[in-house]
């Protein structure tokens, strides 16, 4: 069953406080995608990581892949409020699927002051 | 550039009725997705099209249909509704390049009651 598994699935952190996301999925595709979705509105496209070693970073968030242990991670540093949100990391799904994406549970993040 | 449109954005149907969700994109994409979302979870693949006459099923087709008939359109059909189908649904859209990442509309929120 091909499937993405997030820990934690909830956090709650404090503002200024360092924190990482892991993401590990199954398939064995090359690349990942975070996304960001704030309560109640649509998913936004964080990074696109494409290769092995992949390392990518914007603001006080920084993403890498790891595809031989089938491991993601998004890593906050001092966190601030406006980083509350949920966070996907969606895996590419070849097979038949012509390149869907899966998701997990995402990872519910929420900053507090 | 409006990206990917969903209407409507709300809608409340009785078990049994049917309605279409429209979903448009201005971004010339070949590939269009419906996913659904349910409470606390992440997106599951209803449907989706490779291109104007070309769609296939997803990971839960069962009680959806959807046709494609222009680049730009990728309706959502629900033929009588059932309590199962409350959720929200997203329709994204890629272009078709290795590593591009899925461009999300608002979402429509369906409640059949």
């Known amino acids: 069953e091909l499937k993405v598994e997030q820990n934690p699935l909830f956090l709650s952190m404090q503002e200024g406080k360092n924190y990482t996301i892991y993401c590990n999925y199954s398939?064995?595709?090359?690349?990942l995608y975070w996304y960001r979705q704030d309560p109640g509105k649509s998913l936004e496209s964080l990074f696109v990581?494409?290769?092995?070693?992949a390392v990518k970073q914007e603001g006080r968030l920084m993403a890498s892949l790891d595809t031989k242990a089938r491991l993601s991670t998004l890593h906050i540093t001092a966190a601030v409020h406006d980083l509350s949100a949920t966070y996907f990391c969606?895996?590419?799904?070849?097979?038949?699927?012509?390149?869907?994406?899966?998701f997990g549970k995402g990872t519910k993040l929420s900053v507090k002051p | 550039n409006a990206g990917v449109t969903q209407t409507p954005k709300f809608r409340i149907l009785k078990i049994g009725q049917s309605m279409t969700l429209q979903c448009t994109q201005d971004?010339?994409?070949?590939?269009m997705y419906w996913y659904r979302q349910d409470p606390g979870m992440g997106l599951k693949l209803i449907y989706y099209?490779?291109?104007?006459?070309?769609?296939d099923k997803g990971e839960v087709p069962n009680g959806y249909n959807v046709s494609r008939s222009t680049t730009e359109d990728f309706p959502l059909r629900l033929e009588l509704a059932a309590p199962s189908q409350t959720s929200v649904y997203f329709c994204?859209?890629?272009?078709?390049?290795?590593?591009?990442?899925?461009?999300f509309g608002d979402g429509t929120r369906l409640s059949i009651l």
């Open positions: 099209s490779v291109g104007a006459g070309i769609t």
């Open positions: 990581l494409l290769s092995n070693g």
């Open positions: 994204a859209s890629r272009y078709d390049r290795v590593g591009q990442p899925q461009h």
């Open positions: 969606p895996d590419l799904n070849y097979g038949g699927s012509q390149g869907n994406l899966i």
């Open positions: 971004m010339n994409h070949n590939y």
């Open positions: 398939t064995t595709s090359d690349r």
